[in-house]
Every structure is written in C-alpha cells, then in structure tokens.
C-alpha cells in the first residue's frame, strides 16, 4: 500500500507534474491552500485524484479534463469558484466525482451528462443556478445523487427520473431548493432507494401511493414544502399505505399543508423500524394516533453495541476501487427537529435516537394511557394542541424519555408525582395549560424553572412563588370596620380615618369601651366627626 501524504502546508509544487507514472494522488485533509495547479493535469496515469477537505481557492484548472483514465475526482469541501470546466465531460471513466461544499456557481455542463458511468454525483452546497439538465436521468448507473442546498428552480421530472434511474438509485438528495410542481405517482417495484430527502422546497400535491413500492425505504424527508393530501376513502387514510414499510426509519413531514384525521392502522405489524417522526406544524385532527406507533421495535442490536451507529446508506454499498486505504464514503442522513423548545440541526441521527414530535396541529381529546406502550423514546413533543383531560401517570413507565413537551394544550388536573422516576428528564414544559394543584418535587424536577409552569395559575410549590400552603390557606376573617364598597376606590384617608376615630375614643375611655364607642359614632355621626376633625377637607 502506498503511503499517505498527510500534514502538509501551503501549495501544492507545480513539479508534482513531472511523475508522469502516478495512477493514485491522495491530499485530502493536508492544509493545503492557494489555487489548484494546472500541472495535476500532465499525470495522464491517473485513475485516482483526492484533494478534498483543504482550503483551497480559484477556478478548478481546466487541465484536469485531460485525465482521461480518472475514475475517481473528488475536490469537495474547499473554497474553489467559477464554473465547472466543461472539459469534465472528457473524463468518460470517471464512476465517482465530488465537487460539493464549494462556492461554484453558474449551470450544470450539458457534457457533463455523457458520464454514463457515474455512480456517484455530488454536487450540494454550492452557488449552482439554472435548471437540472433533462440528461441527468441517463446516468442509469448512478447510485448516490446530492444536488442539495444549491439554487435549483423549476419542476423536476421525476417520472421521467425514476423510469430512468431504474434499480440502481440509492439515494436522491434535492434538499434546500427551488424545486416546484407535484411529485409523480410512479415509483416502481423492485427500486433499491434508501434515502428520499426534498425537503426544503416547494413541492405541492399529494405524496406518492407507489412509495409503499420502496421495500427498501429507510428514510423519507418531505418536510418544509407545500404538500397537502386528499384521501378518496377512509381506507386511504395517511398513514396506513406506509405503515408496512420493513426499513422504515425516519417519516418527516414536518411543516407541510397535511390535514384531516390519521387513519387506523391495519392488522398486523405497523412501522416495525420506524425510530423518527415528525408531523409537526400541519393541520392534522382527531384523536393522537398513539396506537399506530405502539408495535415500534426496541431495536436491541443496537442497545448492545458500544459501537455508535448512525442512519446512513451503508459505505460499502458505493465502493470506491482505488482508495489508498480502508475510508469509503458513506451518505449520512441529516435533519432538523425541535428538541428541548429549540430547532436542533442533527449532522448525524443515531439509530438508537427515537423521536416523535406532532406538534402545531389541531389533535384534540386526552393522551391515552397507552402512551406507555412507546418506550424506548427520548423526545415526546405534543406541545400546541387541543389535548384535554389529565397528564397519565404511565409516562412514567418511558424510563429513557429526556424532552417532554405538553405545553399550550387544554390539560387538567395535577402533574402526576411519577413523572419524578423519569431520571433522563432534562426537559419538561406543561405551560399554558390548565394544570392544577403542587409541583411534583425530586430528582430531575429540581432543575426546572419557572417558565415550565407558567400560565396555569392553579399551579404552586417550587419553582413558583406561589406554595401550596397559601393555596389551602383559609380565608381571611372579615374585617373589624367594614369599608363601604362604593369607597374603595377613592382617597387612601377615607379608611384612615376611621382607625383614628377609634384610636382618639380608645385612648380616652380603654381599649375595649373606645372601640365600641368608636364604632357608633362612625356609624352614626359620620359626617359630625369629620366636620369636628376637619378631615372631610383632607379627604378630598
């Protein structure tokens, strides 16, 4: 095996152009910087040519279309401008080419397309424009297309896509675009896809039935757009046509323009992998599907690995032939979702990570005590709803929860004190509910503040100000003098002095006697003693 070039600093010398023999250049991860060279493109030997992850600047040299035999190109994750050199259309062997994490802009070259041998196009996060050219569904070889977080507008055919991809495509990556218009209904049996991931765009319609085709569909991702559903019978109800999914792992259909009730589920087993899924911020109603979700695997050959295992399309599935040592790439999912009240970015998702979160819609009734049936969760958030009735005490029995969120929903009754076993709690909002009686306390409950409880103000105990002992306090005996209703609003004198009238009497006749006097005379003579007094005029 070749040694690796490691550690180096500043350019790469323009005499690396003399070994004419070199068939493999790897620089990937060096600290290099300045611009690329031109004379990488005398090494005509080259099948392998890896110069990512440095900090390198300028055009890509147009030279490197003369390396022909390149069957390998991968310049992702550096600083390097201008368009792609339409000389790349040249390098008819190449199976592998990354161009992403780059600031390229302009149009995807048309000759581009002529790679038939492709496997693998990368060529997310850049400032790419235009429209995806219609010859990108000839590469009937490519496996992994990342065409993500780019400036992409206009429809895409994707009909027209998978007929042509056939088989062979693993994974399909169109995130953060402009991309509009429906998608087709025309997934068909037999496609080996993993990983679909539009989200962020402005697709409308209806989500393909034919998804339910995708037997080796592990991660869905539609969320930010505008789709919506229409549902012909209540058979056809979402989710029940996906729900037999066998690799399913991640549903997200987070802030699209879904509504109507969540169907029932059929007999048998109902989403067996599924570890993520996120409905929030749609117009779903009816009652919370809990019974959908409640067969969801414990996923044990996970728990048992020291190993961390991450959702992701396994890196031997696109082998890359002329590597100079054991890395291969891997394609690992990434998403979005709101964890502990805040938008968390996952640059990875962990496969023992297990999530639901169906807030921002419109479910309505009380969380059944089935709730319990979800185990294994760590995020639990059915925050802004019309949920009513109590808080079950069976969430206790979700040992591995850390974020629950039940805040702006109609709840009632007390926190139940067993919420105090669920030791991974690190976070917990109930606000804005109608909650009442005390605050449990212990364990994780010691380190919530006030803003978890605020808005039920029938809640007391710490962390609130209010206590439950002033809650059952009894109430206050009524007043020795009175205070006329009608004057309770007028000058802070016209009770003040009546105390004196009572403390001039009392102080000559005794404390008991000057009281009683007292009071007559105020009763009685009112407007006699103030005149005496002159108070009337201080009152006013």
Known sequence: MEPRIHKFLGEIPTTIGNLGSLNTLDLRSCNFSGSIPSA????????????????????????????????????????????????????????YLSLRYNLLNGEIPFPLMNLTK?????????????RIPDS????KNLKHLDLGRISFSGSVEFGKCMQNFGASLLVIDLERNKFQGSIPQTWTQGTELRIINLRQNRFQGQLPRSLAKCMMLEVADFSDNKLHDL?????????????????????????????GQIGTSKPGSKFPNLRVIDL?????????????????????????????????????IV????????????????????????????EKVQELFKAIDISSNKFGGEISESIENLKGFHLHNLSNNVLTGHIPPSLANLTELES????????????PQQLTQLTFLGFFNVSNNLLTGPIPQGNQFGTFGNNSYEGNSELCGRPLSKNFEDSNASPAPPSLFPVDQSQKSGSPFQFGWEILVVVVVGYASGLVVGVTIGHIVITRKRDWFMNIFGIKQLAR
């Open 404 to 415: 629950l969120d039940l805040s702006e929903n109609n709840l009632s009754g007390e926190i």
């Open 136 to 139: 990108i569904f000839n590469l």
């Open 40 to 95: 990488p493109g005398n090494l005509t030997s080259l099948i392998y040519l890896e110069i990512s992850n440095n900090s390198f600047v300028g055009n890509i040299p147009s030279s490197i279309g003369n390396l022909i035999q390149l069957s390998d190109l991968d310049l992702s994750v550096n600083q390097l401008i201008g368009r792609i050199p339409f000389g790349h259309g040249n390098l008819t062997q190449l199976s």
């Open 231 to 259: 549902f012909p019978s209540l058979h056809d109800l979402f989710p029940s046509w996906l729900e037999n999914l066998p690799n399913l792992k991640v549903l997200n259909l987070r802030s699209n323009n879904f509504h």
């Open 280 to 316: 929030s911020h749609n117009g779903f109603t009816g009652k919370l599907p809990l019974e959908i979700f409640g067969n969801w695997k414990q996923h044990s050959e996970f728990a048992n690995s020291d190993i961390l295992s991450y959702i992701q399309v396994n890196s031997s």
């Open 319 to 346: 082998p890359r032939r002329y590597t100079c040592n054991s890395w291969l790439y891997a394609y690992n999912y990434t998403m979005t979702m709101t964890n502990k009240g805040v938008a968390v970015f996952y």
């Open 118 to 130: 492709l496997t693998s196009l990368q060529l997310g996060n850049n400032n790419l424009q235009g």
